[in-house]
């Protein structure tokens, strides 16, 4: 009796153990992330749900007038500054050619927003979008449900875009001389394509398809150098059309980089509020390196990193009492990379100042 009570114990100790072992493996801090947290102001201006990896370039997040309405405007590309809009905005559309417009409003149904993916149904269209997003790439899957010509707009503000026969290309306009630049392509042939580039402050194109195309993915590359960049940048980073490859790819690094702080006791809200907090660490500033050169609008000109990365889009007023500390401890080899990143900033201005809000576009 004392043997087969020894040998049940054993039973069990093996069993806990393989049930914590697979709770511990199966861990996964970023589910505890809700961007929707801290989306509403009253003084300052809100934070995001910004759907993007750690300190990377390309950033999403969707745009409407304040986050308690229920309208869309158009679908994101690239968030050039934590608190701007899309550089380029694309639009599904299924109906009558005569309603297009450069960019298309949308009530909307059904959002899930993580760092790495976001997905949304707009209801009066019937279309269902699924996004991913990669450090300098991103791609986007459309469903439609309706049997109508479908018809898929991009757009640039202060800028030019237009379709060279495989893909659509451009660059938008941003302040202090610097440019945003695009290159997108589709896993299916448009039947016809329509450029519209009169009015610069919405140029755009129309790429219309047959209503036999349920499914429509939309992969693409961003750069501060040129479009041929871009398009780099994509093929570096999205070799084919598979979403969820991009979002598990996305998933893992968003894992591996709020895994750097592990938490015990507390409750559930506890873990959420801390995680969120921690990726909100993350979104800024951004390493703006591409095949190991950058455009510093600091200048206006293009440099070689020397295998050091450059970061910008870092507000050091609202970051330098918290988060570069933080860094320090958690992350001292790309907060050693953002400091240089001053420096090389300081050298390029004219008055050798360090910078205070270094953006994109400057200080």
Known sequence: MKNTCLILISILLIASNAIYSQQVKSFSPVEYVNPYMGNISHLLVPTYPTVHLPNSLLRVYPERADYTTDMLNGLPLVVTSHRGSSAFKMSPFQGNKNELKPVISYSYDQEIIKPYKYSVFLD??????????????????????????????????RGKIK??????????????????????????EPESVQENNADQNNSHVILSFSSDS????LRYGISFIDVDQAKKNLYREISDFDLVAVAEKGKEIWNDALDKIQVDGGSEDDKIVFYTSLYRTFERPVCISEDGRYFSAFDGKVHTDNGVPFYTDDWIWDTYRATHPLR????????????????????????????????????
């Open 163 to 188: 379709w060279d026969g495989k893909a659509v290309s451009g660059y938008q306009q941003l302040a202090n001389n610097t440019r945003v630049y695009l290159y997108l392509e589709s896993d299916i």
């Open 214 to 217: 349920k499914s429509i993915k």
């Open 124 to 157: 009066e269209q019937q279309i269902n979008v699924h996004y991913a997003v990669s450090h300098q790439s991103g791609i986007y899957e459309l469903l439609f449900e309706r049997d109508e010509p479908i018809y898929l707009i991009l757009n640039s503000r």
């Open 328 to 363: 320090v401890l958690i992350d001292p080899e790309v907060e050693s990379d953002i400091i240089n990143s001053f420096l090389r900033m300081s050298e390029q201005m004219p008055n050798f100042w360090w910078p205070t809000f270094p953006e994109i576009t400057g200080d």
